[in-house]
């Protein structure tokens, strides 16, 4: 028999599906992915097919395994985009429709009800979150509502909720497992994180059944096996955590007070707080940032709605570019002083604004004003946008008498731009380490299963493997830093629908 000597990764990503494999010492050793198609019915909603979530997932399963076989495969760990709400049969294993995806704004006036009838302080108590369209919650709701035959059926067990972990971890159990995670349990807004229990309250308000929600477990640990007849083996799902908190761990994040951020088509900041659940003052979001044993790890979160993404907006609807490598230069080429802005609220502003009605706007235009500058003012969002959160996350540590963060560890496509990290580095005031694995995400996924399969030793030794491989210290004059973010903040002003 061959020995077990490698983890196979699934990361499926709101554009895009991965597949990994990992040897023994963590290090990525093939990787296949398949581009996932957007769907906008409507301006605002944005949605997937599930059914090509779930294709695309064993082809490039199926893909990487050829380099290895299913021989030397330990288990099989899961990361996801969260929030993503899937609705399905639960005989059939056919989604009821398309996946609705975190990004979708269509449920804001549920949102708006929920504030109204007085919930938001019990919504940020018991579940660290607040009302907003981008959890899970009324996705769902607004899906049972649309269709009332659904709720019905849901309530007589015949409807399976999930969000991405959840349908792919049943359909390659064939229908055995019905199971989520807690971190992404946490961020449906349904979950109560300190409890560890979904809200009775929360889903009465919303008409929720409960026979519909999936089973929550920890983030390592037996999750069904996966059928033979999709990667050519029986293989163990012992590792399952969402896109943002897979990143934390693949980053080492283990200790309270460290912090990462993920920039991909958005960006995400984790803060490790501990054995601490914290109720933020500051509009983030209290989260789970790993469960083991039945013992919750917590965190704060700071999301950001557009980062990469507002890199492909420049790209594909503005053409000022024909690769998103040639932002670099452009940025480099731009004039520092062109007080240009730009506010990427395509689909309202995230943390700590969590204001679904902003909309996008580019400021500070004069006739002097290029392309060039256009992007540069694309790529400095991403960097104000960090700092809107790390300045709300810095609030709430020292409230909760934790120390701030020594350095911020990034991960995501867009750590490639040299300019950019300078640049985040200068704007945040503290040091930039880039992961020298820059597949984080799926990295944290194999360390949650490679832990459960015994292929990696310990947290310890996982921590004593992380390596940077690029570092970037704060340059920029106090005085210009202060400027900066001043324009910063009064140009997302003027975009404020509230």
Request: glycine fraction near 10%; charge should be negative; proline fraction near 4%.
């Amino acid at each position: 028999m061959a020995e077990k000597t490698t983890i196979l990764a699934i990361d499926q990503g709101t554009t895009s599906t991965r597949a990994m494999l990992f040897d023994a010492d963590g290090r990525p050793q093939a990787s296949a992915s398949q581009e996932l198609e957007q769907i906008y019915p409507r301006p605002g909603w944005v949605e997937h097919d599930a059914e090509a979530i779930w294709q695309a997932t064993l082809a490039v399963g199926r893909k990487v395994l050829e380099s290895v076989g299913t021989e030397a495969v330990a288990a099989v760990g899961i990361t996801n985009q969260r929030e993503t709400t899937v609705v399905w049969e639960r005989e059939t294993a056919r989604p009821v429709g398309n996946a609705i995806v975190w990004q979708d704004r269509r449920t804001a006036e549920i949102c708006d009800g929920l504030r109204a009838d007085g919930l938001e302080t019990h919504i940020a108590e018991a579940t660290g979150l607040v009302p907003d369209p981008y959890f899970s919650a009324t996705k769902l709701a607004w899906i049972l509502s649309e269709r009332p035959e659904l709720g019905d059926r849901a309530a007589a067990g015949e409807l399976c909720f999930g969000t991405v972990d959840s349908w792919l971890i049943f359909r390659l159990t064939g229908g055995a497992v019905h199971a989520t995670d807690a971190t992404n349990a946490s961020r449906t807004m349904l979950y109560d994180i300190g409890k560890g229990a979904w809200d009775d309250r929360l889903l009465e308000r919303l008409a929720i059944p409960a026979a519909m929600l999936p089973e929550v477990r920890d983030c390592q640990g037996a999750f069904g096996v996966c059928e033979a007849d999709h990667f050519g083996a029986e293989l163990p799902i012992l590792g399952v955590a969402g896109d943002q908190q897979a990143a934390s761990f693949g980053q080492a994040c283990f200790a309270p007070g460290m912090i990462k951020a993920t920039y991909g088509t958005g960006c995400f900041a984790l803060v490790n707080t501990g054995a601490q659940k914290v109720t933020s003052g500051n509009r983030m979001l209290g989260t789970i940032g790993y469960q083991l044993e039945g013992r919750r790890t917590y965190a704060l979160e700071g999301s950001i709605f557009m980062a990469g993404a507002t890199i492909q907006w420049l790209r594909d609807a503005l053409g000022l570019f024909a690769d998103a490598a040639e932002s670099e230069a452009m940025a480099a080429e731009a004039d520092p002083e062109s007080g240009v802005y730009l506010v990427p609220a395509f689909q309202g502003l995230g943390a700590p604004y969590w204001d679904a009605g902003a909309r996008g706007a580019i400021l500070g235009l004069s006739r002097a004003a290029s392309r060039n500058e256009v992007v540069r003012a694309g790529l400095e969002s991403v960097a104000f946008q960090t700092r809107d959160l790390l300045e709300a996350m810095g609030r709430d540590m020292t409230a909760a008498g934790l120390e701030p963060p020594a350095a911020l560890r990034v991960d995501g496509g867009m750590t490639a731009n040299r300019w950019l990290m300078q640049f985040l580095a200068d704007t945040v005031g503290l040091p930039v380490e880039v992961a020298e694995i820059a597949e984080t995400t799926a990295l944290g996924a194999a360390y949650h299963a490679g832990l459960a399969a015994g292929l990696y030793g310990s947290q310890d030794e996982l921590a004593q493997k992380w390596r940077c491989a690029a570092r970037f210290e704060p340059a920029m004059p106090e005085a210009e830093r202060a400027a900066r973010y001043d324009g910063w903040r009064a140009a997302v002003d003027r975009v404020r629908s509230r």
